[in-house]
């Protein structure tokens, strides 16, 4: 059974920092593309980073690039979205969610399993 299990959001400043995990599980993550998203309230979930399981490589929203990092730990069948320089415009809830067969990283509809979420406030 694929289970996904997020954790590390909480209440940042402005410019400051966050490290969200993913704990992945009933599954092997070299074999599934993983990716984040993101959804503020009003707002349509949208793609921050994603690994391909395709071509292996890693995928950044535009909004999001130069700020924040996506890494695997293959032992621990963890991913981890370390999130710098935090904007207000970041505070959402953020979202894990894999698939064996998904391509298009930034489509919300190609990916069948999602962790419960965590939230991310980024507020003075």
């Known amino acids: 059974q694929v289970q996904l299990v997020e954790s590390g959001g909480g209440l940042v400043q402005p410019g400051g920092s966050l490290r969200l995990s993913c704990e992945a599980s009933?599954?092997?993550?070299?074999?599934?593309?993983i990716a984040w998203f993101r959804q503020a309230p009003g707002k349509e979930r949208e793609g921050v980073s994603c690994?391909?399981?395709?071509?292996?490589?890693?995928y950044y929203a535009d909004s999001v690039k130069g700020r924040i990092t996506l890494s695997k730990e293959n032992g621990k069948n963890t991913v981890y979205l370390q999130m710098n320089s935090l904007k207000p415009e970041d505070t959402a809830v953020y979202y894990c969610?894999?698939?064996?067969?998904?391509?298009?990283?930034?489509?919300?509809?190609?990916?069948?399993?999602w962790g419960q979420g965590t939230q991310v406030t980024v507020s003075s």
């Open positions: 969610a894999t698939d064996p067969v998904a391509t298009d990283c930034g489509e919300p509809h190609a990916f069948d399993y």
């Open positions: 690994i391909s399981h395709e071509d292996g490589r890693t």
């Open positions: 009933g599954f092997t993550l070299d074999y599934y593309t």
